[in-house]
């Protein structure tokens, strides 16, 4: 008898399932909050990963034209801000930032351009060859006060990008 009433006066120490239930949700609550304040709180951070998206769609779109032996087309559309590889769906870009493209100033020639009608005012297109080359471009995003620039080399088709820089200075 002595042991059974020892038992009964000890606590157990745990947690009861509607106490860990509750931690639970609070911080999936707080999970799901957090990464918007964040981004919100340090400025660039959206440019950041657009710039980056793009870059990465340029190099896949390079290595998808050397894998199925076609030219690939990313085109770049002013207004809205947007790019489309190869005629699937457009991808938009958020809210204050703004894209700009322009041909690689390395160029000497414009013919690469010429080649598919370019009009300047409303879209610019980048073409990838088979061979892993490119009609060059530099492209920029820009969200104030910070811009980055991607570039296409034309020979290689590598695609490069500068960090994000004041706006001013580019």
Known sequence: MVTER????????GFTLLELLVVL???GLLMSVVPSL????VPGTALRIESRDLAASLRESRNRAIAIG????????????????????????PAGITITAGKDPQ?????????????????FTVRFYPD????GAVITL???PLAYSIMVDWLLGSVSMASGLPADEM
């Open 142 to 144: 820009r969200s104030s």
């Open 6 to 13: 020892h038992l009964r006066g000890i606590s157990s120490g």
């Open 70 to 93: 076609q030219k690939l087309d990313v085109t770049i559309e002013f207004d809205p801000p947007q790019y489309i590889v190869a005629n699937e769906k457009p991808h938009e870009l």
């Open 132 to 135: 892993g080359s490119s009609s």
């Open 38 to 41: 964040i981004s919100a709180a």
């Open 25 to 27: 949700a609070l911080a």
């Open 107 to 123: 160029l000497r020639s414009d013919f690469s351009l010429r080649q598919f009608g370019q009009n300047y005012e409303d879209r």
